[in-house]
């Protein structure tokens, strides 16, 4: 098939990639970008980092519109269908409804935060997914004392090292035993805690909120946990995680049992399990079968999407890697200063190996079934990139622990030359 029209929905990291690699690959068609925020392109993990800090504006965290696109932006755009039989999506922009119609359609809408458990609309409560959530909890931040974050992951964690480098108290409400436990196992989560409770963070590990109190303003004013103690609160981030956004696509026929369902290859399933020409999907919303884990796997990381988006643009044009999309995914996070990194997929392993016991550093080998999925590191720095081979073929702890060996050998040798000749 030709295609003379493609429709990308989601203008956010994957979606921008997949429009820059339709052009580099030499489709010259009509190409239109479809975004729900007004202010996309940008840096999304900024969010809950240096944009809620204040350290970065906008204007440091816009990603540049690819020059020579030649596509047409509707930004600030509600996706409200999608029609497989018309090929056509439906849209809404200030109470006017209109349909665009398409031959090639590339889904990169990504998540939205969990509904809270708690309603809608209480003064002081926060989610935060995008640039709208992260000015709006920053301003209120300015004037507070007590902020609690409800939920111990990666979001909850990012903002609670910002919210006490502005010098606020803070109280993270995990309900697991260990913040990141079924993540990174016992170890690497221990040290996560301690690494919070030594700035100050007062972490309830196996809580539950039983309500939020209002004040007399009718704002936040108190958490109550599942045990009866409370917590003042000026501050709340409801942090317990995102769904993918894919309420437009309901009754469309399009597989959204578990985000956008695609094959190995990200070309875009129906309820049938059926490949729907023409669609493909790319990003934080997409489960696709990935054979490096031999599992289906949805991943919420910024790299991930940047090789996914390429890649499903290929798919479109059929001149991609039949194999399909094969990722270890890698992604950081800032805390305190320290900078917490992972390649491959921690999820389903049964064996966790410290590879270095450098008190300053923390690595991590996580292990199924005898094989390698992935190495996590804290303060570890570029060392972590020396194991994606590793990661990528499966090896063995045998090969994790020569490897690692050879390693600090190689860095010892280095540091002894560096002193020879200083």
Not at 25 to 34: D, E, F, K, P, S
Not at 158 to 175: D, F, I, N, Q
Not at 350 to 362: G, S, T, W
Request: glycine share 10%.
């Amino acid at each position: 098939m030709v295609l003379k029209n493609v429709v990308i929905a989601g203008a956010s990291v994957a979606g921008v990639t997949a429009a820059r690699e339709l052009r580099a690959q030499g489709y010259a068609g009509h190409l239109t970008v479809i975004d729900r925020d007004p202010h996309s392109p940008y840096r999304r993990p900024e969010v809950s980092k240096a944009l809620l800090s204040g350290v970065l504006g906008l204007d440091k965290v816009s990603m540049p519109w690819p020059e020579g696109l030649d596509a047409e932006r509707l930004v600030g755009v509600e996706l409200t269908g999608l029609d497989l039989a018309a090929r056509t999506v439906s849209i809404s922009s200030e109470g006017e409804a209109r349909e665009i119609g398409f031959d090639g359609l590339i889904i990169a809408t990504g998540t939205v935060s969990r509904p809270s458990p708690f309603g809608e609309g209480i003064p002081g409560v926060h989610s935060l997914r995008n640039y709208t959530d992260s000015i709006k909890m920053r301003d209120e931040l300015v004037d507070a004392r007590n902020l609690v974050v409800v939920g111990g992951g990666f979001i909850g964690l990012e903002v609670a090292a910002v919210a006490r480098a502005l010098g606020k108290s803070v109280t993270v409400v995990e309900a697991a035993a260990l913040p990141l436990e079924r993540v990174f196992g016992e170890e690497f989560s221990l040290q996560l805690l301690k690494n919070h409770q030594l700035q100050g963070v007062d972490v309830r590990l196996a809580a539950t909120v039983a309500s939020l109190e209002r004040g007399d303003s009718g704002a936040v004013s108190e958490v109550v946990l599942g045990d009866g103690s409370r917590i003042p609160a000026d501050v709340v981030l409801v942090a317990i995680g995102s769904v993918p956004a894919t309420a437009w696509l309901a009754g469309s026929g399009i597989d959204i049992s578990q985000g956008v369902v695609c094959d190995a290859t990200c070309a875009v399933l129906d309820e049938n399990s059926d490949v729907i020409e023409g669609i493909v999907a790319a990003g934080d919303a997409v489960t696709w079968y990935n054979s490096l884990y031999r599992r289906q796997m949805r991943v919420e990381h910024w790299t991930n999407a940047i090789e996914q988006g390429a890649y499903a643009a290929k798919r479109l044009l059929g001149i991609h890697d039949p194999d399909g999309f094969v990722s270890a995914p890698y992604f950081w996070s800032d805390q305190y200063g320290s900078r917490i990194q992972s390649i491959g997929s921690t999820f389903g392993h049964d064996e966790a190996v410290v590879l270095d016991d450098d008190p300053e550093l923390l690595l991590v080998a996580y292990l199924q079934n005898g094989r390698l999925v992935a190495v996590a590191g804290m303060k570890a720095g570029a060392s972590i990139f020396r194991y994606r081979a590793l990661v990528n073929s499966g090896g063995s702890l045998d090969d994790v622990r020569s490897h690692a060996r050879a390693l600090r050998e190689a860095a010892e040798a280095k540091r002894q030359v560096l002193e020879r000749t200083a």
